[in-house]
């Protein structure tokens, strides 16, 4: 047995049973010792590395597993960067095997050799090199536990020349080595009764109650609305937690910050008592004004606590068995009018989408494609989203739904995640229907080539149903919209345009079920003939740049630097200046 076969031995005693990767020869003989092993593992091979980090971290999200990935020496290992700082902002547990050259070589300049240990020290929690077969098993045990218990990245690296190395699964007993063991530690901190009883008397003292529920929150959501219900409370949703909460509640204000909701925006600016579970959302300015509200807070980590708004009380723990302790404590609160409003502004809120949603435009209103959607959507059905103006439509317009799973690039908010992220997805759950969100940019980013993956595994899955769905404007969309509302400058064409492509035809290519939709009134055929499909579906909606992502509250410097944009002689002006009037026009119910 090879110390490449050991590694793989090792990672099965944990219970890991899907690598995604690419080969390569500074990984030879951990791919040689993987093919030994193909009955015990699931190796998926993708196109590019930076999708096998993707996939790992989708994989996570999606399972609360550890994900890994496993790449070459070099190049490949610098390819895992983006997909690796992806799960490190948003929290997931991923390990990445990297390979590395000859040890006799280091130091000498040599083919492909980087500086791994430098290259991941940022992005992992864990990160070393194994130097000796006797080392493998301590720094696998390790590398795994810690992504687990700390949600982090973790990385070992293995030169190529330890991989074939014969196997030392317990090293003698002599001074220098050591004995490690397979088995998750997890921290499982709770506040103590006097800090529950704090909050409860803060939590009890306002008139004016919002929650603010982040990943943190995901499989607390009956907690969550329990707490609601008794404070009278209005629920805002981080975008990681989204599927939280269903969007039906009626008091569930939907989505924060600038891609968030005119609800979610009044719940914060008026609310006198903040309870924020399970989220690091970084935007202040859209909570509640320094020292209005007084605040508790709920996470499992000490350091993610009052660092966005000040909070009297932080309760380090779990969300739901946090919540579950804190209820006895919390008073019905018997006044409704605050709940009241809530629930009006929620109400007049789906009213104004829908408006806008119908506006003309040409040839589609993206918000019109989101809205169809959401009542079409399959049960249980697990949606990525990507990074772009098709992001705000995802947060405000599509209606999440019990019991479906639904994440996008969060903190890291990279382009080119939804694709990977649906593989991933898919492959843990080949039971379930999936839905990948992309705009045309990231699709031409990454997307295509990813489509290849899917042709390569699909069969295997026992509901073939994955549709992806591009949203193509033909424009870096929501970068454009940046540089006008807030540099105060035109749409710059060299560089966001996007090129024309035939995405439905392609995927016929591939032998997947193309549909092309340049006519609203085709929306919702064509939706409900994607999901019926039985095999992968790549749906294009043609969409016009031109409809305007307003933020829920828009200050005078982004008007005014709008105005600039457009008065500096921006090559969409007559299509923004229309699509704006008719957006605020249908948006006056609200």
């Excluded at 999606?62 to 948003?90: Q, R, W």
Aim: aromatic residues 8%.
């Amino acid at each position: 047995m090879t110390t490449g076969d050991f590694l793989l031995e090792r990672l099965g005693a944990w219970g890991i049973r899907r690598v995604f990767g690419y080969p390569g020869d500074g990984i030879n003989g951990i791919m040689g010792a993987m093919g030994r092993a193909a009955d015990r593992f699931d190796y998926v091979r993708v196109r590019h590395e930076e999708m096998a980090a993707f996939m790992a971290a989708g994989h996570a999200k999606f399972t609360g597993e550890v994900g890994v990935c496993l790449a070459t020496s070099g190049p490949g290992a610098i390819h895992l960067l983006n997909g690796l700082y992806d799960a490190k902002m948003d929290h997931v547990p991923v390990v990445a095997i990297v390979g590395q050259q000859a040890r006799s070589a280091l130091g000498s300049d040599y083919q492909q050799e980087v500086d791994l240990h430098n290259l991941f020290k940022d992005v992992c929690a864990y990160v070393e090199t194994v130097v000796s077969p006797a080392q493998m098993r301590h720094v696998i045990d390790r590398a795994v536990r810690i992504a687990k218990a700390e949600r982090a990245v973790t990385c070992v690296i293995v030169p190529n020349d330890v991989q074939e190395s014969p196997a030392v699964p317990s090293p003698p007993r002599a001074h220098g080595n050591v004995y490690s063991g397979v088995g998750h530690a997890q921290a499982l901190p709770v506040p103590s009764e006097d800090e529950l009883h704090r909050a409860a008397e803060i939590l009890n003292a306002g008139s004016k109650v919002a929650i603010l529920v982040g990943a943190g929150a995901l499989g607390a959501g009956a907690e969550v609305v329990q707490v609601a219900n008794v404070l009278q409370a209005g629920v805002a949703k981080a975008l990681l937690g989204k599927a939280v909460l269903p969007d039906a509640l009626p008091f569930v204000t939907g989505s924060i910050g600038l891609l968030g909701t005119k609800p979610s925006w009044r719940l914060m600016d008026e609310c006198d008592t903040l309870l924020m579970v399970g989220t690091t959302f970084p935007y202040s300015e859209f909570l509640p004004a320094d020292g209005q509200a007084r605040a508790v807070q709920i996470d499992i980590e000490p350091r993610n606590v009052s660092m966005r708004y000040a909070t009297e009380v932080n309760l380090i723990g779990d969300a739901a068995a946090t919540l579950r302790r804190l209820l006895p404590l919390l008073k019905t609160k018997e006044d409704t009018t605050w709940r009241e409003r809530i629930e009006v502004d929620v109400r007049k809120w789906w009213r104004a989408l829908e408006l806008k949603a119908m506006e003309p435009a040409s040839p589609i209103n993206p918000q019109r494609v989101f809205w169809e959607l959401s009542p079409l959507l399959p049960d249980r059905a697990i949606v990525t989203g990507d990074s772009g103006s098709n992001t705000h439509w995802f947060a405000r317009d599509m209606k999440i739904r019990e019991d479906m799973m639904a994440s996008v690039s969060g903190k890291l908010a990279t382009m080119g995640s939804a694709v990977p992220y649906a593989i991933a997805a898919k492959m843990a759950h080949p039971d379930r229907p999936v839905l990948a969100i992309v705009g045309d940019g990231a699709m031409q980013m990454n997307g295509n080539a990813e489509l290849v993956t899917i042709k390569q595994y699909w069969k295997r899955w026992s509901n073939p149903c994955l549709v992806v769905m591009v949203l193509v404007n033909h424009d870096l969309n929501q970068v454009t919209w940046e540089q006008r509302a807030l540099a105060g400058d035109p749409k710059y064409p060299a560089a966001q345009d996007v090129e024309d492509f035939p995405y439905a035809r392609y995927s016929e290519m591939l032998g997947f079920k193309g549909i092309r939709v340049d006519d609203p009134a085709r929306i919702t055929e064509a939706w409900k003939e994607a999901f019926a499909a039985d095999r992968p579906v790549v749906i294009e909606f043609l969409t016009d740049p031109d409809v305007p992502p307003l933020p829920p509250h828009i200050t005078w410097s982004q008007a005014r630097a709008y105005m600039t944009a457009l008065a500096q002689g921006d090559p969409d002006r007559r299509g923004v200046i229309r699509q704006t009037l008719r957006e605020v026009l249908a948006g006056w119910i609200d």
